[in-house]
């Protein structure tokens, strides 16, 4: 199977006064096409660093960080830009919806930035918001909306642009567990059927076992366990 992403002795250190923080110290990880990983780790294990990695949001310390055999380490800023509106869409566990927008506006904004013709990129935003069940919500705001609405309106902004990596932060973080499990439900159609490689941060073993079929554990910055099912 193909190769998405593979690191190798990837990390990053931050220094806060004398302090040196390895957030992240050594992490080789190898990402198959169409695999569903979950990513866990308690609070300040690396998750979220490694996703920003991923994301091309920050830069490694040392280490190589390949996306589709492309290293990130080396790219500018221009073509690190171009990666994340081609490569990657993001969920967060605060959604990060504009509060003024419908979730029609939200969604086409993701394609706006790539230069997608207006007409077109409506027309997108109103197919992805049918596909995640909010045919009927596509011009309501976010405060209009219920926290597993809002979610799925992000869902559909993170794949506007029809990337192969969805990377998830927590997503069910803010959602009740019936909620929850109707997005997780929604990410792994997304993976089955969509053929859309997912990395899943959770704090939660039980998620990653019944989602993931690639799960890993960071502890301080390194690779505790692995496995594959």
Same mark, same amino acid.
């Given at each position: 199977?193909?190769? !998405?992403l593979?690191?190798?002795?990837? *990390?990053?250190?931050?220094? &806060?006064? @004398? !302090?040196?923080? /390895? #957030?992240l110290?050594?992490?080789?990880?190898?990402?198959?096409c169409?695999?569903?990983?979950?990513?866990?780790g308690t609070?300040?294990?690396?998750?979220?660093?490694?996703?920003?990695?991923?994301?091309?949001?920050?830069? +490694?310390?040392?280490?190589?960080l *390949?996306?589709?055999? $492309?290293?990130?380490?080396?790219?500018?800023?221009?073509?690190?830009?171009?990666?994340?509106r *081609?490569?990657?869409?993001?969920?967060? @566990?605060?959604?990060?919806?504009i509060?003024? &927008?419908?979730?029609?506006?939200?969604?086409?904004?993701?394609?706006?930035?790539?230069?997608?013709?207006?007409t @077109?990129?409506?027309?997108?935003?109103?197919?992805?918001?049918?596909?995640?069940?909010?045919?009927g919500? $596509?011009?309501? *705001?976010?405060?209009?909306?219920?926290?597993g609405? $809002? $979610?799925?309106?992000?869902?559909? /902004?993170?794949?506007?642009?029809? +990337?192969?990596i969805?990377?998830?932060?927590?997503?069910?973080?803010?959602?009740?567990?019936?909620? #929850?499990?109707?997005?997780?439900?929604?990410?792994h159609?997304?993976?089955?059927?969509?053929?859309?490689?997912? !990395?899943?941060?959770?704090?939660?073993?039980?998620i990653?076992? @019944?989602?993931?079929?690639?799960?890993?554990?960071?502890?301080?910055?390194?690779?505790v366990?692995?496995?594959?099912?």
């Amino acid at each position: 199977m193909a190769v !998405v992403l593979e690191t190798r002795d990837l *990390k990053k250190h931050y220094t &806060m006064g @004398q !302090v040196v923080v /390895r #957030a992240l110290d050594g992490v080789s990880l190898t990402i198959e096409c169409g695999e569903f990983l979950g990513l866990l780790g308690t609070s300040g294990s690396g998750k979220s660093t490694l996703l920003n990695l991923i994301a091309g949001l920050d830069r +490694p310390t040392e280490g190589t960080l *390949k996306v589709f055999d $492309q290293d990130l380490a080396g790219m500018s800023r221009e073509e690190l830009s171009v990666h994340r509106r *081609k490569n990657v869409g993001m969920i967060f @566990q605060s959604f990060n919806l504009i509060p003024t &927008m419908s979730a029609l506006e939200n969604v086409s904004l993701a394609m706006m930035f790539a230069g997608v013709p207006r007409t @077109q990129r409506l027309q997108r935003a109103e197919e992805l918001l049918g596909s995640v069940g909010l045919g009927g919500r $596509q011009l309501h *705001k976010p405060n209009e909306l219920s926290g597993g609405e $809002q $979610q799925r309106v992000a869902i559909a /902004r993170a794949l506007a642009n029809d +990337p192969a990596i969805l990377l998830a932060d927590e997503p069910t973080g803010n959602l009740d567990s019936r909620t #929850a499990r109707e997005i997780l439900g929604l990410l792994h159609e997304l993976n089955l059927h969509g053929g859309k490689t997912i !990395v899943l941060v959770t704090h939660d073993s039980n998620i990653a076992s @019944q989602f993931a079929h690639h799960t890993v554990a960071l502890l301080d910055g390194q690779i505790v366990a692995e496995a594959r099912s």
